[in-house]
């Protein structure tokens, strides 16, 4: 389809083209110098002090949890309102997860409160997520993680080089996540990062990423060493010479995207706050710095949100939802993951992500919040008002 405003476009320029070429006319491919550059400017860009760069965000949650112990029988709290590799990874590790609500209609992150109620005998770590870019109450979290042992894991997908207080996302927990997917803040086409300031995780990640092994192909290259050992059984999560390339001339751009993102937002927020049928989330809980992924709204009027999207469909104005909530899944429902979270379920059914871009224009922000006004006007009789 030709859409007016599609939901997203990645921000791919002349720069990135050439980073992408760059590593091919050098004879090594795949994780060598050039990933270790992207390693240390990420590490620089968000102040920790171990980055390991993966092929995608789903494998360095993987790791994450494996670096954090998590084994059968194990469970990990995790919220339901995510991306379902969240729950998927958890289940990988033959672990179970424990679906935790959001905290209130306006903060859409994991309740501290459903935390603090499902927490068992069994529980090994919390698996949190800075939805939409806005951080999850991490002081509580944090220290609800101490007074219970528990392992906190970062899913940073939505929240690159965002802080909350004074404090990078990613550098709270006891492991942080990103994922470098075409629709992210930042990509590499498909791509992720792995950060601790654990020494012991981050020697464990680095193994894991690549098999276990402790020599790396480029170290037998090289000529210095002919053998390995392998410490703990791993996996292939390597990314390669290219991503890290595009990675290193995405992370240049960044901040300019964020501060486009950010006057992208405060328009929207201009324009819809003025509708009573549409709310906002996060306007009060909005912290000093934001990671702007994508705009999220929630429709008042029950019954009505299929209308508005088929509408501004009907425009050429492409929308999305974050997220159908993952224990309703066909699939995860057969194995009886039940969870208590009705506001999960609340959000889920009434929200509608907008779309939201840096290259995205002031008349196309203007044209989404006209063709909303307009559906709302024009809602059939059927829905309620
Ligand atoms: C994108 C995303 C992931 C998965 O990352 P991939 O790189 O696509 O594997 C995980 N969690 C959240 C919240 C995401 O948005």
Redo the contacts with the bound molecule.
Sequence with gaps: MNWNVPFFQPDITEDDIQAAIKPLHDSWMTMGPVTQQFEEAFSGKIKTPYSHAVC????A?HIALVACDIKPGDEVLVPSL??V??ANVILAQGATPIFIDCTSKEDWTISPDDIEQKISPNTKAMMV?HYAGFPCNMETITTIAKKHDLKVIE?C??AVVTKDHDRFLGNWGDVGCF???SN?NMTTG?G?MVVTQNQEIANRIKYLRSHGMTVLSLDKHKGRAATYDVVEPGFNYRIDEIRSSIGLSQLNRLDDNLAKRKHIYDLYIKILNKIDEVSIPFLETCAESVGYHIFPILINVEGARQSIIDALKTNGIQTSIHYPPIHLFSGYQAHAYTANCPLTEHISANEITLPFYPSMTDEQVIMVCDGIKEALHNLPTTVSV
């Design positions: 995608n965000g789903t494998a949650l995510t991306f590799a969240c997520v899913d997908a939505h994922s470098f997917f992210k498909e992720g």
